[in-house]
């Protein structure tokens, strides 16, 4: 049988796969799309997570879409709130009927004599392997593994006579009321974790290696709520959603230039939440510089209310061993608990585990170059979302899918079919990620690289890409257009 032809078929039901669902349907609503997802349910990382708390620590006026005003009375919302808003957000522009859930993508093959992908699906609801193929391929699949957090071994964890539960994976209906919890971890979901769980649970310890810097703000956005009464909902959005873009990236520049002054700011805020006397220096003093790390968002400062009222506390420190009552510390002491939670971070995964075969070679990821950071090189009609880590994840792609739209129009108005990035001059290589956060040093080996150098540097500054992506030239010397039956000169050669 003929495999199913769609012009462009997006992989992943999360904000960025919807997203881009949503601008392909408001740009070019003539081409036929579809959306797999590998799970049984939409939202992504607002759906898989479940863990007590689960929230933003991006304000949803810049995580939420450019085109989608965010109407919640809170900035920083929980979980069941984004997911709500994405699916609405799909609804309202006609993409959920498109969405396939429970269809695990497993290899895409590239004919450029056919100028078309083939792409096997795994159904997870039947187990059967689908086919279909599409002209144009769009990742939207994030850059962690779902099914599973990483999860070091511990010493002793064997003879631990309570439960380990990892937050990717929380347990339905988990009754922690009267229990003593600790949560190995300093991260977001730690630094979420511990007010929530402080609500039920009889003593919550939180234990960290090495502090985190975190920020204390208000899960409302004040001025947002005075702009909502004065304009329009989508001015109101936009206004906003521009006043936040200024300060974060206001923010990230102070941080790198002069990043004394911020942990001096970050330090006495801090403090300001916290008894006299409380050891700042050892628990939220890093021993790197801001934004090194993703600097963590304290909506309403929970975290410094629970260690001030005594429902939690704070201990830098590194595990000896698990004993059957709890964990000994490398000092010596030991923290009796009855739950021990790891909150200890997320394995990277390229592509969500998608392989790559290009005219019968396969795709080496760490071998390819990023293009805009949202293409490969010597990988054709191919994209792919990843988002700012020092900004909300959301508008890296919606800058992404607005790109994609362009190109796409591109080849309409040219008779062209096949677009490539090509090899960069050779040079350094650096890591796609370049925050020195656990998570990303233990995977990043696995992503493509960048250059040092537009269009193959990925920058983090939103302000720096607006202008060259939305509305920049799409054809240079870095790039390849080309009809279909074309003969295919490498990438590498070219």
């Given at each position: 049988?003929?495999?199913?032809?769609?012009?462009?078929?997006?992989?992943?039901?999360?904000?960025?796969?919807?997203g881009a669902a949503c601008h392909l349907?408001?740009?070019?609503?003539?081409?036929?799309?579809?959306?797999?997802?590998?799970?049984?349910?939409?939202?992504?990382?607002?759906?898989?997570?479940?863990?007590?708390?689960?929230?933003?620590?991006?304000?949803?006026?810049?995580?939420?879409?450019?085109?989608?005003?965010?109407?919640?009375?809170?900035?920083?919302?929980?979980?069941?709130?984004i997911r709500d808003y994405l699916r609405r957000t799909a609804d309202e522009h006609d993409v959920t009927r498109h969405i396939r859930l429970r269809h695990r993508v497993q290899r895409a093959e590239w004919d450029s004599h056919q100028a078309r992908w083939t792409v096997?699906?795994?159904?997870?609801?039947?187990?059967?392997?689908?086919?279909?193929?599409?002209?144009?391929?769009?990742?939207?699949?994030?850059?962690?593994?779902?099914?599973?957090?990483?999860?070091?071994?511990?010493?002793?964890?064997?003879?631990?006579?309570?439960?380990?539960?990892?937050?990717?994976h929380w347990p339905a209906g988990l009754d922690l009321t009267g229990c003593r919890v600790v949560v190995?971890?300093?991260?977001?979901?730690?630094?979420?974790?511990?007010?929530?769980?402080?609500?039920?649970?009889?003593?919550?310890?939180?234990l960290q290696r090495s502090p985190t810097y975190l920020l204390p703000l208000s899960s409302r956005d004040r001025i947002a709520d005075a702009l909502r009464r004065l304009l329009p909902a989508h001015l109101a959005h936009q206004t906003v959603r521009w006043k936040n873009i200024l300060l974060a990236t206001a923010n990230y520049q102070l941080s790198r230039r002069a990043p004394g002054l911020v942990r001096g700011l970050l330090r006495r805020a801090a403090a300001r939440r916290l008894p006299t006397g409380f050891d700042v220096e050892s628990h939220f003093t890093p021993r790197y510089d801001p934004w090194d790390q993703r600097l963590c968002v304290v909506p309403d400062g929970d975290l410094f209310t629970v260690l001030s009222d005594g429902r939690a506390?704070?201990?830098?420190?590194?595990?000896?061993?698990?004993?059957?009552?709890?964990?000994?510390?490398?000092?010596?002491?030991?923290?009796?608990?009855?739950?021990?939670?790891?909150?200890?971070?997320?394995?990277?995964?390229?592509?969500?585990?998608?392989?790559?075969?290009?005219?019968?070679?396969?795709?080496?990821?760490?071998?390819?170059?990023?293009?805009?950071?949202?293409?490969?090189?010597?990988?054709?009609n191919f994209a792919m979302t990843i988002g700012y880590t020092n900004a909300s994840w959301t508008l890296k792609a919606d800058l992404v899918a607005g790109y994609v739209c362009r190109l796409?129009?591109?080849?309409?108005?040219?008779?062209?079919?096949?677009?490539?990035?090509?090899?960069?001059?050779?040079?350094?290589?650096?890591?796609?990620?370049?925050?020195?956060?656990g998570y990303v040093r233990r995977g990043v080996a696995r992503l493509p690289r960048q250059g040092t150098r537009a269009p193959w540097r990925l920058h983090q500054n939103y302000l720096r890409d607006l202008l060259p992506m939305r509305y920049g030239r799409l054809t240079d010397a870095t790039i390849r257009f080309d009809r279909a039956g074309a003969s295919r000169r490498s990438a590498v050669d070219a």
């Open positions: 049988m003929t495999p199913e032809h769609v012009d462009v078929l997006i992989v992943g039901a999360g904000l960025s796969g919807v349907r408001r740009r070019h609503p003539g081409r036929t799309f579809a959306l797999l997802e590998a799970r049984a349910a939409t939202g992504g990382t607002w759906d898989l997570f479940r863990y007590p708390g689960v929230r933003s620590d991006s304000d949803m006026f810049t995580l939420g879409y450019s085109f989608a005003p965010w109407t919640a009375p809170k900035s920083l919302a929980d979980g069941d709130t096997h699906v795994h159904r997870e609801d039947t187990t059967d392997t689908v086919v279909l193929t599409c002209s144009f391929l769009y990742a939207c699949t994030g850059y962690y593994r779902y099914e599973a957090g990483h999860t070091p071994h511990f010493t002793g964890q064997d003879r631990f006579t309570g439960r380990i539960v990892h937050p990717q190995i971890g300093s991260g977001a979901t730690a630094v979420t974790l511990v007010p929530a769980l402080a609500r039920q649970a009889a003593r919550v310890t939180m506390e704070i201990v830098t420190d590194t595990v000896a061993t698990f004993t059957a009552q709890g964990i000994r510390l490398a000092s010596g002491r030991e923290l009796p608990a009855d739950v021990v939670v790891t909150a200890t971070g997320l394995d990277l995964l390229a592509l969500g585990g998608i392989t790559l075969r290009v005219d019968g070679t396969d795709v080496d990821l760490p071998e390819t170059v990023a293009y805009q950071g949202m293409m490969l090189s010597g990988v054709p796409l129009r591109h080849l309409d108005r040219t008779g062209t079919q096949i677009v490539t990035p090509l090899a960069p001059p050779p040079g350094p290589r650096t890591p796609l990620i370049g925050l020195t956060s």
